[in-house]
């Protein structure tokens, strides 16, 4: 379980290296949890282009031609529920309607981000 989310972690730090963790999240909001072809070129009516314009679509080109990004799903969903999990002025309830999570997704995530962290898993202490 893992692998898949650190892969995804990455693919997104790359992109936003290339064009912006705002335009990257864009990215992902869009065709996150798909495969996205890059072209050598984004036209102005091609779906990257419209998503985030065209100069950083032409750098998005330029860096990953030819190349299918799988971009992960509401990336920025998901560290957002990491960063109040982290900061525990929250409920787990309270973060699962800020975030539109279920409760057993933020338990979930919880688990995920501790295991990470080499700190354990903190719902033993619950």
Not at 58 to 76: E, I, M, N, V
Not at 86 to 93: M, Y
Not at 100 to 120: F, L, P
Request: net charge negative; aromatic share 6%; charged share 25%.
């Amino acid at each position: 379980m893992g692998h898949p989310r650190a892969f995804n972690s990455a693919i997104f730090d790359e992109v936003a290296a290339v064009i912006g963790s705002g335009p990257a999240t864009k990215l992902c909001d869009r065709f996150g949890g798909t495969n996205l072809y890059i072209p050598r070129a984004a036209a102005n009516n091609h779906e990257i282009t419209l998503v985030i314009g065209a100069e950083l679509a032409q750098l998005l080109c330029d860096r990953f031609a030819g190349s299918d990004l799988l971009l992960p799903k509401a990336y920025h969903r998901k560290q957002r529920a990491i960063e109040l999990l982290k900061e525990g002025k929250l409920s787990i309830r309270a973060i699962a309607l800020a975030t539109d999570y279920t409760e057993r997704h933020v338990h979930n995530i919880k688990a995920e981000s501790m295991e990470d962290d080499g700190q354990g898993n903190l719902l033993d202490l619950l």
